[in-house]
C-alpha cells in the first residue's frame, strides 16, 4: 500500500468517525480534528502500523474527543 493510498484510507475513516460523532450531538466535528486527537498519542513514538491507527480512530469515545478538545482549549492550541 502507497503512502498516498494509506492517507486517503485513512482520510476517509476519519470523516466517518466525523459523522458518527456528529450523528451524537457534536455537531462542529472535522475530520482533521479527529485526526489530530488519534494522531496526539503518536508524537512520542511515532506512527504505528496500519491496524493500530485504524482501530484507534474506530474505537475514539465522544468522551477522549472532548477531553483532547478541552485541554487544547486551555493550551491555546487551534487546529
Not at 5 to 10: F, R, T, V, Y
Not at 23 to 40: K, N, P, T
Not at 54 to 73: E, G, H, R, T, Y
Request: glycine share 4%.
Amino acid at each position: 500500500m502507497t503512502r498516498i493510498e494509506w492517507d486517503s484510507d485513512l482520510e476517509e475513516l476519519c470523516k466517518s468517525k466525523a459523522e458518527e460523532l456528529r450523528l451524537l450531538g457534536y455537531d462542529h466535528v472535522e475530520a482533521s480534528e479527529v485526526w489530530s486527537c488519534v494522531s496526539a498519542k503518536y508524537a512520542k513514538n511515532g506512527k504505528p502500523e496500519l491496524h493500530q491507527v485504524v482501530s484507534d480512530i474506530l474505537s475514539l469515545k465522544p468522551n477522549q474527543f472532548m477531553n483532547f478538545l478541552m485541554l487544547n482549549a486551555y493550551k491555546g492550541d487551534s487546529f
